[in-house]
């Protein structure tokens, strides 16, 4: 017990006023820990708040910048998958190494757009040697990536430009997203800003134009402001420079001009408006409308005409004169007067006129003799002797003779030099122009006839014009050829003979040319006598003025000379009917299995749904015009203005693009649609606006989704077809809806 007492520990009294400690629940750690966790969820909501509200309101920045820099990914995006010279680029490549190496060359197209191609050549390092032969490989020195980067960067800035439009014609944030969305996503834009070509350019100048003029009616309420003239004036500009890149830029000079003479007219009925400020409106749409475009387009060409100063395979389609101060071309290298015995080639001097010219081949009909036609390039079979007239049995004279110039009222003979034929003409009818005498080479040495006498009339004198009429200049004296038996004149009108004429311009003896008639006018080119001495540099001058006149002369020939040939089925040619619904492609290159290969096609829904919106535009505004007939008001006058002065510049945009094609003689491409494509893309975006103006803004963006999804998707489909297809075609077959999209054909 004493033990048990011992081991007893006695315990300290506890202090009842001390606290006690109290003990926490499990239930309060959990709520800690929610509230902890809450405030974590709340900071990050915050933010991501902050940054939605941010987002929404930098979103008419942002929006841009994405579709921008979607736009730049996409044409940039593995631009140097093919490594060979793919379909025009045969063409505008070699144009390029031309404005590289300095040689003179002739196009259909004025040479802003080619200009600019050489100089993406110049900073792409090349140095014109390759001669862009088409599905020929470049070598390796060759920085054909960085050309065609250079034309696709004008392609990606039409995205962007779209977007700008649509948002200047008062389009909703969305509408304006969706119209650039459209452009981005379409395949045959994308295809055809890929490669060195003018088609990106051309496309680029067509939208700035009507982003400055959408910007112009915009600010027609402050005429005469800061704003009014800077829009005005870059109307002008990219008038002069889409009309610069392609002649189809005239058709956008339309589009500006119908809107300029409806908005003058408009402002005619304006009696509160002073008749000097009238008149101020009338004189400032000329100087930037008129003015200012007619001074780029001139420019192009004098910076065409400085560049290009060595002699080149364009020579002949100029003035004998232009050619003769050409870097390396010999025309001035010759005698100053043309006497019996001279080796001359003889140009026709109407704006674009070729060289007279035979060959052996004979007429099919009429008098079954040798042709004799106009022939654009230089050949020996231009080349003729003057000699003297029948009955002078002997045709030059002997070495040691003296010189006998030609001149005014001289009787002579044309003696071809390759077959020894005279130029001869008789009363029977040119195989084309029916109502006139053909002209032939006929004879030789031993047989000739009056027939063949010709006799010289002095026009004028280009270079001086105080020369002698006694003595006709080569390069510079235009004269005439008259008939000494028939009296008719030797002419040629630029009318193109069949494929048995090799399609050169018919030459004919015309009974009812009148003296002015510059088709009947001739001047001498190549001289070659050497008994005579060489002519002085001096002798020959020529203006810019006079050049410009006839280049632009001899594109107009050329393009009008391209047309359909019936003996030649063209695989690549379509009708411009064909073009709005999407029904035929275009194979870019070969479509061999180891090729990358291209077809130009356009994004059907694309295509289709603008095609169908400028109809819908048309049938609704007659709905609304008969309804206010009607006296029944759908819209405010300021809704009806908007909408009637939106979709009229679209639609005749398009209209102005497109229709001209059928009326045009010349052979027609897919690529031709593509100016009025634009126009007629935007009507879409702008109609859902107009459409949904009063629905919900879930509806809205329902409506919206719907199309954005189907052009995505779509895009997504065939974009394929623009990036290039590796492998057989047949891969592809899913993107081949329709028979006549030639895309799996092996046959083709």
């Known amino acids: ?177 969706l119209a650039a969305t459209m452009v981005l996503c379409d395949t045959a834009y994308l295809c055809i800003s890929r490669f060195i070509l003018l088609d990106s350019m051309l496309l680029f100048f067509t939208c700035s134009t009507l982003y400055c003029l959408s910007g112009l009616h915009k600010s027609r309420m402050s005429p005469f402001s800061k704003a009014w003239w800077f829009w005005l004036t870059t109307t002008g500009v990219s008038l002069g420079c889409v009309s610069s890149v392609k002649w189809v830029g005239l058709f956008a000079v339309a589009t500006v001009g119908v809107y300029t003479l409806e908005d003058l007219w408009d402002k005619f009925g304006d009696l509160k408006l002073p008749k000097l400020v009238y008149l101020g409106h009338w004189l400032a749409r000329a100087i930037a409308l008129i003015a200012i475009p007619v001074a780029i387009y001139m420019a192009s060409f004098v910076a065409h005409f400085t560049i290009l100063s060595k002699s080149g395979p364009g020579d002949a389609q100029m003035s004998s004169l232009f050619q003769a101060h050409l870097e390396g071309n010999t025309l001035g290298d010759g005698p100053l007067e043309i006497a019996i015995g001279s080796r001359v080639t003889i140009k026709n001097s109407a704006l674009g006129g070729g060289l007279l010219h035979s060959h052996v081949q004979k007429y099919p009909d009429g008098s079954k003799q040798q042709q004799v036609t106009c022939y654009h390039h230089k050949d020996n079979n231009n080349n003729w002797f003057i000699a003297h007239a029948f009955p002078q049995k002997k045709q030059y004279d002997d070495e040691d003779a003296e010189v006998q110039y030609v001149g005014d009222g001289d009787a002579i003979r044309l003696v071809h030099q390759k077959t020894s034929r005279k ?95 510059q088709n009947a006018w001739w001047n001498i080119e190549e001289h070659v006598n050497e008994k005579l001495p060489v002519a002085p540099k001096s002798a020959y001058r020529s203006s810019f003025l006079s050049n410009f006149v006839h280049l632009n002369a001899a594109m107009w020939r050329s393009n009008n000379a391209l047309i ?63 309804r206010m007939r009607r006296q029944i008001q759908d819209l405010s006058q300021s809704q009806w203005d908007r909408f009637l002065m939106v979709g009229k510049t679209l639609f005749a945009g398009w209209f102005l693009h497109y229709v001209p094609f059928f009326i045009m003689g010349r052979v027609t491409y897919l690529h031709h649609y593509f100016p009025a494509l634009y126009f007629s893309i935007l009507m879409v975006p702008f109609l859902l606006d107009h459409f949904t103006t009063g629905a919900s803004t879930s509806r809205r963006a329902v409506v919206f989704g719907i199309v954005f999804v189907a052009v995505v998707a779509s895009f997504i489909h065939f974009s394929p077809i623009a990036f290039g297809m590796r492998g057989p075609a047949t891969q592809y077959s899913s993107r081949r809806w329709f028979r006549k999209w030639a895309l799996t054909d092996t046959v083709y």
């Open 1 to 177: 017990m004493d033990n048990l007492k011992r081991r007893h520990i006695a315990h300290p009294q506890v202090d009842k006023d001390e606290p006690a400690y109290e003990r926490i629940s499990l239930q309060d750690e959990e709520d800690l820990y929610s509230e902890k966790v809450k405030a974590r969820r709340d900071y990050r909501y915050n933010h991501i708040s902050k940054y939605a509200s941010w987002t929404l309101e930098n979103k008419h920045v942002l929006i841009p910048v994405i579709l921008t820099a979607l736009s730049f990914w996409t044409r940039f995006r593995d631009i140097d998958r093919s490594h060979s010279v793919v379909w025009d680029e045969a063409h505008f490549g070699k144009f390029g190494s031309y404005y590289l190496k300095r040689e003179f060359y002739f196009d259909v197209h004025p040479p802003l757009g080619k200009m600019l191609v050489g100089l993406s050549g110049w900073l792409a390092g090349y140095d014109g040697s390759f001669k862009f032969e088409s599905g020929k490989e470049y070598p390796e020195d060759l920085n054909y990536a960085a050309m065609r980067t250079f034309n696709a960067f004008w392609g990606a800035l039409v995205i962007p430009m779209a977007y700008g439009t649509a948002r200047q014609l008062g389009m909703s944030l969305m509408a304006s997203t």
């Open 423 to 517: 130029l001869h003409s008789h009363p029977i009818p040119a195989p084309i122009t029916s109502d006139q005498f053909e002209v032939s080479a006929y004879g030789n040495e031993n047989i000739t006839d009056v027939k063949d006498n010709w006799i010289i009339e002095f026009v004028d004198d280009m270079g001086d014009a105080h020369a002698p009429k006694n003595r006709i200049r080569s390069l510079s004296t235009r004269f005439r050829l008259r008939h000494a038996h028939l009296g008719c004149l030797l002419a040629a009108h630029n009318v193109h003979l069949p494929q048995w004429g090799f399609k050169q311009v018919e030459v004919i003896c015309d009974r009812d040319a009148k003296k002015s008639d």
């Open 564 to 626: 359909p040939d019936p003996d030649k089925d063209d695989k690549l040619a379509s009708t411009p009917s064909q073009w709005p619904l999407v029904s035929v492609g275009l194979r870019m290159c070969g479509w061999d299995d180891r090729k990358v290969k291209f077809f130009l096609l356009g994004n059907p829904i694309v295509w289709w749904s603008s095609f169908a919106a400028l109809w819908v535009f048309v049938l609704t505004a007659i709905t609304y015009n008969c």
